[in-house]
């Protein structure tokens, strides 16, 4: 495999989800080094707010 692109930094989370949406995480992460990640103490507003962000944008479109 070739060597991974670095992954810039964002200002904000929509200049992420922008820039994540037009590329290839492919291209910036070994997926096959990858590991099951769980998060026990993620509060369900947060999972809330980003769902509702996804809807609002949807809908915007």
């Known amino acids: 495999m070739s060597k991974q692109k670095k992954t810039p930094e964002f200002k904000t989370e929509a200049e992420e989800r922008t820039f994540w949406e037009t ?5 910036y992460v070994d997926w096959s080094q990858a590991k099951p990640a769980s998060f026990p103490k993620l509060k369900p507003s947060t999972i809330k707010s980003w769902l509702k962000d996804d809807v609002d944008e949807s809908r915007a479109g």
């Open 23 to 27: 590329h290839d995480s492919s291209d």
